[in-house]
């Protein structure tokens, strides 16, 4: 057996060039060999051969044709991008985890099928790029670039790590109204921002929206609606997933040949809402006709039938997307989003009001001298001088008339040097970066913060003994966590990369022992001494869920906190009644 | 035509392996989806007839193209490619015994032995029987397609070869380059914890294989 501990460079280089199925140029390899290596390079060249045969072997259509289910037809590589794995397929082609070699980033790849009219796929999707390009928000999937590559049509966009909405609805069971309409909230500012571009979706459904790692709902795929007529619809006539999907999330109108509108769009959300709560659609049939007949003859389930246990509210604002005539529906996304954020007991001027500079950017900064270290929980002690503190907050949020209800506004930071940034769910972190939360509420507030890593191990951030704060927290001014301990300000620190890091934080006006008990259990990093993460019990965990009143899939108590508690921590201020809890998830990679 | 996809999870959910100090355990690529075969192995085996199902569906459309570029035209037969797929690895599933495959890549190698094994048998018997319907004098070596493609005598030093790799090397090889799957599938069947490893590993086998070959033309 030959060991190869250390290959010459040129032999490793031309190997992982046959592994990609890249092009080798064999003449300029050669000149950079010599004595044994010279022999190898050419077995090197003889298992290229074998490589391309088997590739053609798998890839061939002339032995089995490819079918769309094959996944043997993958390609390896398009462009500049190196293809990791499939994770979708549709009607005209297929999408793929890839890598950008230029950029070293992670993307998702459309590729159009090679078989396809090409000057029709190359007008597709330059035209869906085109549309998409036009859409930036953060409920809306980005795409970066469209092109034709060895005569092979081809999208790239953000890759978005989770689940679709449809496949946690199979795993999970049906939504409550209070997260079925936390998910409604993304969705009609997500829709609201498709409309502001001048622009219809028209395939809204369960299967569009994906639940990224961290909360954050994302709207996807643009190829279907967009070109407003119901031709696609017919051409399902054979009964794939597309045809069983859309049709049941079609307004009753644009089966009478009205074009699609905003009042369409926001139909399809209302049916959204309705599928996450009931697993089932209003308007049901196997075929295309079918549902079309159920329109006319007005034969729907409605929500109050089927769930008698939702809030009042909540069915009579999914009812009211879901009217057959689109003028008593919400006449915006925009609409249908305040009534949910009201629901919510939030204030839609906060809720909606997106692109409101934020003061809690502009809030003074506290010093930092130690940290609380994440990934190795070992107390670190900082030299940092004092920062001189910035501009004061803004003023507080008016609190809803109630007497539980109150203004919760948090945001989590990243710390270097003098400056701040906010940090969203998704938004990477690396060793050395330091953390501090920023909170303030409108009345005095009891608040725990609990960090959990992937494997759902967790240790309490806040509150910790010997700091200047103490639950409940004072209203009215912002507050930094950790905080300062003896002229000592915290921070945590990141000091390991590896996966991924949930915040999770908990609020709640009224003191709850059962939550000072509970969380009394967890592991505190100690100054100086190393600690031992350990995940919740089954029955805290349990416990967190019912009081939260956010559970997504009521009886399994036990479980990753991050999985359980997956609405993310808003850009704004938000009006909350009795417990509080919001989740942030940060990538850590290596 | 609409243009609708659906996008599922990814398979590569836990390619970043944690590592916080004090409890490191490793997730391996794709742990979090469908069963391993190794685990549909196990229940197959114990009369799952599901299982044995799900194996054949995840492996025959890759084997069946594997093993239809190793079978000459003249031993093809009235029994196609398919059937000797289907046959081999349901054979394999019942004859396994003791074999307790560490992770995917150790079963795909050892049904792609397997399956050359069958393969071989079926050109022997195609050899020793007279038949009228493929004009092919007795004893003679039509080459398969893989023979023709890549030469006689390049095949056997490259067999020769893989079977002196060490196996982690020869399960590199006959996952990426012979069934042709994508990295983040070779990272599952290998074991490996990232992408980038399963890239090197196939990098570093290859090189080694041709090191065998090489020391196989000088002797």
Redesign the interface.
């Known amino acids: 057996m030959t060991n190869v501990p250390d290959s010459p460079e040129p032999l490793s280089s031309v190997a992982a060039s046959i592994s990609d199925g890249a092009l080798i140029e064999w003449e300029q390899v050669a000149q950079q060999v010599a004595g044994d290596d010279d022999a190898v390079l050419g077995e090197l060249r003889v298992l290229e051969q074998i490589a391309k045969f088997h590739q053609t072997v798998q890839e061939a259509g002339a032995m089995h044709a490819a079918t769309p289910d094959d996944e043997t037809a993958d390609p390896r590589g398009w462009g500049h991008f190196l293809i990791l794995g499939r994770i979708g397929r549709g009607s005209f082609g297929n999408v793929y985890r890839a890598h950008d070699t230029k950029l070293q980033s992670d993307i998702a790849l459309k590729l159009m099928r090679e078989d396809g009219d090409s000057r029709a796929n190359v007008a597709r999707v330059l035209k869906e790029a085109r549309l998409l390009a036009r859409v930036r928000h953060p409920n809306v999937v980005t795409v970066y670039g469209a092109d034709q590559i060895d005569g092979r049509v081809g999208l790239w966009m953000e890759l978005v790590r989770g689940t679709t909405l449809e496949d946690l609805l199979q795993r999970q069971g049906t939504f409550g109204a209070r997260e079925a309409s936390v998910v409604g909230l993304d969705l009609c500012r997500a829709v609201a921002s498709v409309h502001r571009a001048g622009l219809i979706h028209g395939d809204i459904k369960t299967h569009n929206v994906m639940r990224e790692e961290g909360g954050r709902n994302v709207l996807m795929d643009f190829g279907a609606g967009k070109d407003l007529d119901l031709d696609f619809l017919y051409a399902y006539a054979g009964g794939s997933d597309d045809f069983a999907g859309t049709p049941l999330y079609v307004a009753p109108e644009v089966f009478s040949g009205s074009p699609r509108t905003k009042a369409s769009d926001v139909y399809s959300l209302g049916v959204l809402l309705f599928r996450l709560v009931t697993k089932r659609y209003p308007v049901e049939g196997q075929t295309r006709s079918a549902v079309e007949d159920a329109h006319r003859r007005r034969t729907r389930a409605h929500l109050r039938d089927v769930r008698p246990d939702l809030p009042d509210e909540f069915v009579t604002i999914v009812e009211r997307a879901l009217d057959p005539d689109p003028r008593k529906r919400f006449e915006t996304a925009g609409a249908f989003e305040i009534a949910l954020a009201r629901f919510l007991g939030a204030s839609p001027e906060t809720v909606t009001d997106r692109a409101a500079p934020r003061a809690a950017l502009t809030i003074a900064l506290a010093a930092v001298i130690a940290g609380i270290v994440i990934g190795t929980p070992v107390y670190w002690l900082a030299t940092r001088d004092r920062v001189t503190p910035a501009a004061a907050a803004s003023a507080p949020v008016a609190a809803p008339s109630g007497a539980t209800a109150y203004t919760i506004d948090a945001s989590l930071y990243r710390i270097s040097d003098a400056r701040e940034a906010r940090l969203r769910p998704g938004d990477r972190v690396a060793p050395g970066d330091q953390l501090a939360l920023q909170i303030q509420v409108s009345k005095p507030t009891h608040i725990y913060v609990v960090n959990e890593d992937d494997r759902g191990e967790s240790y309490l951030l806040f509150p910790l003994p010997d700091q200047t704060v103490a639950n409940p927290i004072p209203a009215g001014r912002p507050v930094r966590l950790p905080a300062a301990g003896s002229n000592t300000p915290l921070y945590w620190k990141v000091t390991s990369a590896g996966g991924r890091e949930h915040f999770l934080i908990f609020a709640t006006p009224e003191p709850l022992p059962a939550f000072d008990r509970m969380f009394a259990s967890l592991p505190r990093p100690q100054l100086n001494a190393a600690v031992l993460a350990a995940p919740l019990s089954g029955d805290a965990v349990g416990m967190l869920r019912g009081v939260g009143g956010l559970s997504a899939s009521p009886g399994a108590g036990a479980g990753k906190l991050a999985e359980q508690f997956t609405t993310p921590l808003p850009p704004t201020a938000e009006s909350a009644n009795g417990v509080w809890v919001r989740q942030i998830t940060l990538e850590n990679p290596r | 035509?609409?243009?609708?996809?659906?996008?599922?999870?990814?398979?590569?959910?836990?390619e970043?392996?944690?590592?916080?100090?004090?409890?490191v355990?490793q997730?391996s690529p794709g742990a979090a989806n469908a069963l391993t075969s190794v685990e549909l192995l196990a229940r197959a085996r114990a009369g799952d007839e599901g299982a044995l199902n799900d194996l054949c569906a995840r492996y025959l459309?890759?084997l069946?193209?594997?093993a239809?570029?190793r079978l000459p035209s003249y031993a093809r037969g009235a029994l196609d490619t398919h059937d000797i797929v289907q046959d081999t690895l349901s054979q394999v599933v019942q004859r396994l015994g003791s074999f307790e495959p560490r992770h995917d890549g150790a079963f795909q190698a050892f049904l792609r032995t397997a399956l050359l094994n069958r393969i071989r048998d079926q050109i022997r018997w195609a050899q020793r029987r007279p038949t009228d319907v493929v004009p092919c004098v007795r004893g003679s070596v039509d080459p398969s397609?893989?023979e023709q493609?890549?030469g006689t005598e390049?095949v056997e030093?490259?067999e020769a070869a893989l079977e002196?790799?060490?196996p982690p090397d020869r399960e590199a090889i006959i996952a990426?380059?012979?069934?042709?799957l994508?990295?983040?599938?070779v990272a599952s069947a290998l074991g490996k914890p990232t992408?980038a490893a399963a890239?090197v590993a196939?990098?570093?086998a290859?090189?080694?294989?041709?090191?065998?070959?090489?020391?196989d033309?000088?002797s």
């Open positions: 035509m609409t243009a609708t996809l659906t996008f599922g999870p990814d398979s590569l959910m836990a970043h392996v944690s590592s916080r100090a004090g409890n355990k997730a459309p890759r069946q193209k594997w239809h570029g397609p893989f493609a890549v390049a030093r490259y002196r790799l060490k990426r380059i012979e069934l042709g994508p990295y983040a599938e992408i890239h196939v990098s570093r290859l090189v080694k294989l041709a090191k065998e070959m090489s020391r033309k000088r």
